[in-house]
């Protein structure tokens, strides 16, 4: 391995920033425009993410060849055995079955070529229904068997989220959080998770690009959002920033505690971020964009209720 390759350790060595690694086995978001990388292109994102200090992947069983992928380049670039890797369980095995929850977790772990998972979690919030009737059983047995280190759920929904937050087992709560959409924020999903000792992860930062793109880039099917950019565009002007800085920099400032997680199309995109994360450019104007997109439409911030 040549010796520049950790030229960036001292850095930062504990990001608050996560790798979201949908890109690498699916073409992922509506602002995608180069498709799923190939294996070369897969190899510079996971290692300018390392370069840049992110200690943590997020995958999912549903992301196509992206556990493969991670698992292989990470493999490749002699640091999985550092980085903390979180995985989804494949919404369509049966929850209720235990064997079928082993089988896919063993699954994973050969995929991504550990015998330890950081994370487990379950990728929609409905399954929560089944922690009483057993699931909750089977997901600590793989904890008390030393194969996961912590169980999380990704959700949809503040109402599911203050479930989740009921159950001891459960360590990771990962919601959608941005500069329009604050509602596990005003809920007080992030103040009960910190009493608790919960981590939260934060997904869907750009809304799967949406609030990165330009009025005429917007899909026909989602032209009802172009308000939003619209007024993403006029904040921009007044205080003379970019999108990346305005959209990055309110995460940072409103969830200084959260873990963030950016997916990226090239090492490029990943690189700009990670620096604009970084940079010193202060953003004091989380008021007044709280004002701007208070009581927003769900159908333009919850990606699942998009039109397909």
């Given at each position: 391995?040549?010796?520049?390759?950790?030229?960036?350790?001292?850095?930062?060595?504990?990001?608050?920033?996560?790798?979201?690694?949908?890109?690498?086995?699916?073409?992922?978001?509506?602002?995608?425009?180069?498709?799923?990388?190939?294996?070369?292109?897969?190899?510079?994102?996971?290692?300018?993410?390392?370069?840049?200090?992110?200690?943590?992947?997020?995958?999912?069983?549903?992301?196509?060849?992206?556990?493969?992928?991670?698992?292989?380049?990470?493999?490749?670039?002699?640091?999985l055995n550092q980085a903390k890797l979180i995985t989804k369980l494949a919404p369509d095995i049966n929850h209720s079955n235990n064997q079928d929850?082993?089988?896919?977790?063993?699954?994973?772990?050969?995929?991504?070529?550990?015998?330890?998972?950081?994370?487990?979690?379950?990728?929609?919030?409905?399954?929560?229904?089944?922690?009483?009737?057993?699931?909750?059983?089977?997901?600590?047995?793989?904890?008390?068997?030393?194969?996961?280190d912590n169980i999380g759920m990704s959700l949809y929904s503040p109402a599911k989220a203050k479930v989740a937050l009921e159950y001891d087992l459960?360590?990771?709560?990962?919601?959608?959080?941005?500069?329009?959409?604050?509602?596990?924020?005003?809920?007080?999903?992030?103040?009960?998770?910190?009493?608790?000792?919960?981590?939260?992860?934060?997904?869907?930062?750009?809304?799967?690009?949406?609030?990165?793109?330009?009025?005429?880039?917007?899909?026909?099917?989602?032209?009802?959002?172009?308000?939003?950019?619209?007024?993403?565009?006029?904040?921009?002007?007044?205080?003379?920033?970019?999108?990346?800085?305005?959209?990055?920099?309110?995460?940072?400032?409103?969830?200084?505690?959260?873990?963030?997680?950016?997916?990226?199309?090239?090492?490029?995109?990943?690189?700009?971020?990670?620096?604009?994360?970084?940079?010193?450019?202060?953003?004091?104007?989380?008021?007044?964009?709280d004002a701007i997109f208070a009581d927003m439409d769900e159908k333009i911030i919850n990606p699942t209720l998009w039109p397909h």
């Open positions: 391995m040549d010796s520049g390759f950790f030229k960036y350790r001292t850095i930062l060595d504990h990001s608050q920033l996560i790798l979201g690694t949908a890109q690498l086995g699916m073409d992922y978001g509506i602002a995608n425009k180069t498709g799923k990388p190939d294996m070369q292109m897969a190899h510079d994102i996971l290692r300018t993410a390392w370069e840049g200090g992110i200690r943590q992947f997020d995958t999912a069983q549903a992301y196509g060849e992206s556990e493969k992928i991670l698992g292989k380049v990470l493999s490749d670039l002699g640091i929850i082993a089988d896919a977790l063993m699954k994973s772990l050969e995929n991504l070529k550990i015998e330890r998972l950081y994370g487990l979690m379950l990728h929609h919030e409905e399954f929560l229904d089944l922690f009483e009737g057993g699931l909750s059983d089977i997901l600590a047995d793989f904890i008390d068997q030393g194969l996961v459960i360590s990771i709560l990962q919601v959608p959080a941005n500069i329009c959409d604050h509602r596990f924020y005003e809920t007080g999903i992030f103040h009960l998770a910190e009493k608790k000792g919960i981590h939260m992860y934060i997904r869907s930062i750009f809304l799967q690009g949406l609030l990165l793109m330009g009025k005429n880039e917007i899909p026909e099917k989602m032209k009802y959002s172009a308000s939003i950019v619209e007024i993403l565009e006029s904040l921009c002007k007044e205080f003379n920033i970019s999108r990346q800085v305005l959209t990055l920099g309110y995460i940072k400032q409103k969830y200084p505690q959260a873990f963030v997680i950016i997916g990226a199309e090239t090492k490029e995109q990943l690189a700009d971020n990670i620096a604009v994360w970084n940079s010193d450019q202060a953003l004091s104007i989380t008021g007044k964009v």
